[in-house]
């Protein structure tokens, strides 16, 4: 896997942007991916104490084409994948008594998908989910979510470029 040449999440505080990318390297060009939207948030977290992240939405027409993104700081661990249920929730799958689904789930990454029906004439405005995470350690920290807008990608692109972020990341990740 080649490293990226540049880090658009180092240039990005608070603001939101959408972009589509693609690689080049010595085998040619990809094509260009589906459109890319990405927030950093920047939080002071003290050692033992929460985050509370909401992650809301706003006029959406309906979520079957949408895929969130969550990345955050190794001094962060989550504490709770959805805070909407009694039961404190770790794991991959169906959160019961919601809409959500956790894809994917590790130090790092949490990949979500809402199944949520939205009728036609309307749209949808409110909090999607809500995550917990607790410090490790004081210290600043950020926290980024990406929506990706999966409705002009075929299946099989999106499970290939998912295989390869998911091995960017543990790439990244490892000592």
């Known amino acids: 896997m080649v490293k990226p040449t540049s880090n658009y999440m180092g240039q990005i505080y608070l603001k939101k942007k959408t972009f589509k990318v693609r690689a080049l390297n010595h085998f040619g060009k990809s094509t260009w991916s589906h459109d890319v939207i990405t927030n950093k948030i920047a ?78 004439l309307h749209a949808w405005t409110g909090i999607i989910n809500n995550i917990i995470f607790k410090g490790r350690e004081t210290s600043g920290t950020t926290i980024s979510y990406t929506v990706h807008d999966m409705s002009d990608v075929k299946v099989e692109e999106k499970r290939h470029d998912l295989e390869l972020i998911n091995e960017q990341i543990l790439q990244d990740l490892a000592p």
């Open 43 to 120: 939080a002071v977290i003290e050692k033992g104490k929460t985050i509370d992240l909401g992650l809301t939405g706003r006029d959406v027409a309906g979520f079957d084409s949408y895929m969130l993104e969550v990345y955050y700081d190794p001094i962060l661990y989550v504490d709770d994948l959805c805070a909407y249920t009694a039961e404190k929730e770790y794991s991959d799958g169906r959160i019961e008594g919601t809409e959500i689904e956790i894809l994917y789930h590790m130090p790092g990454l949490i990949r979500f998908k809402v199944h949520k029906n939205i009728d036609e």
